[in-house]
């Protein structure tokens, strides 16, 4: 994984928009809530059984330090990132998809050891920014995302749930506070570097010397970009160092990129372990009523 990332900042006290670097917002769809999403898919009942059968539900395809990512994972990730302000298509292939999985679970792991309930955040928050999503999405411009039958409906039509997006996004402001408190506070914007971004990078973008706007006006403006950038920088550095120190391995050597390259095959590989689905004990058969018919396998399965 390259240490280039950049990560978009939105938290509800301070909007950042900039005209320079953009941080890496896909870096945000947390991989820990996979967890609970694969075994919501995975889930089999405790009926009574009379035969078993065998049925492979999921796959590895990669581990970051002990914590597995699954096949379903991936999927996911996949959905989910469609629900991003912005979101680039060139990164919405599936090595690209799972290169964000791995490196979000490289941080999250970091987050929990440095504060167990560093993942956490207040319901109210949480609710006010699903809100500010459903508004903003442009899918939401042509459906009734507004009502809660009309948001199941639209995330029906991507695969999820309004539950799995919501807990997804929990995780995802959690990121974002951390990144926001660990590496923005205490940089400090000097006023020479403010002047120096304005003469040398604003105004030479202008045709006519009279077309760039005073200094004062676009002050504010330059100095979240600066901050913005020291920011990357500061997480870039942090995150290769977080790099070096763990372990990543790609199982599929389909999902591999060049900054998640594959791990050579083990000499014996391991054979996926199929996992035994419970089949309910056959009822005996009704008699059939005068006038009716078997519905066959006509009916819901």
């Avoid at 006290?13 to 898919?41: C, Y």
Wanted: charged share 20%.
């Amino acid at each position: 994984m390259g240490s280039g990332l950049h990560v978009r900042i939105r938290i509800p006290r301070l909007r950042i928009e900039t005209w320079g670097t953009r941080l890496f917002v896909g870096l945000i769809m947390l991989v820990s809530a996979r967890s609970t999403w694969a075994q919501e898919d995975a889930t089999v009942t405790a009926a009574p059984i009379a035969t078993a059968k065998l049925q492979e539900l999921d796959r590895v395809i990669a581990v970051v330090n002990n914590q597995v990512i699954l096949a379903s994972d991936l999927n996911v990730e996949l959905r989910l990132f469609r629900l991003l302000p912005i979101n680039d298509r060139r990164d919405s292939s599936p090595p690209k998809a799972l290169e964000r999985l791995t490196t979000r679970a490289l941080i999250e792991q970091q987050i929990l050891q440095e504060d167990p309930h560093g993942l956490e955040i207040a319901p109210k928050d949480l609710e006010d920014s699903l809100t500010e999503l459903r508004q903003n999405l442009p899918q939401c411009k042509h459906t009734d995302c507004a009502s809660a039958a009309g948001w199941s409906a639209y995330l029906a039509t991507i695969g999820l749930t309004p539950e799995r997006v919501a807990d997804y996004w929990r995780h995802r402001m959690a990121m974002l506070r951390f990144i926001e408190e660990r590496f923005r506070s205490g940089i400090h914007i000097a006023p020479e570097e403010i002047q120096k971004y304005y003469n040398e990078t604003l105004a030479p973008q202008y045709a006519k010397p009279e077309e760039v706007p005073p200094l004062a006006r676009v002050s504010p403006r330059i100095q979240e970009i600066l901050l913005q950038q020291q920011v990357n920088a500061l997480f870039n550095d942090w995150l290769k160092s977080l790099q070096e120190q763990g372990q990543v391995e790609i199982l599929d050597p389909a999902l591999a990129t060049k900054e998640n390259p594959a791990v050579p095959p083990p000499a014996h590989p391991v054979p996926r372990v199929p996992v035994p689905v419970p089949v309910p004990a056959p009822k005996p058969a009704a008699p059939a009523s005068p006038g009716t018919s078997s519905p066959g396998n006509g009916g819901e399965l």
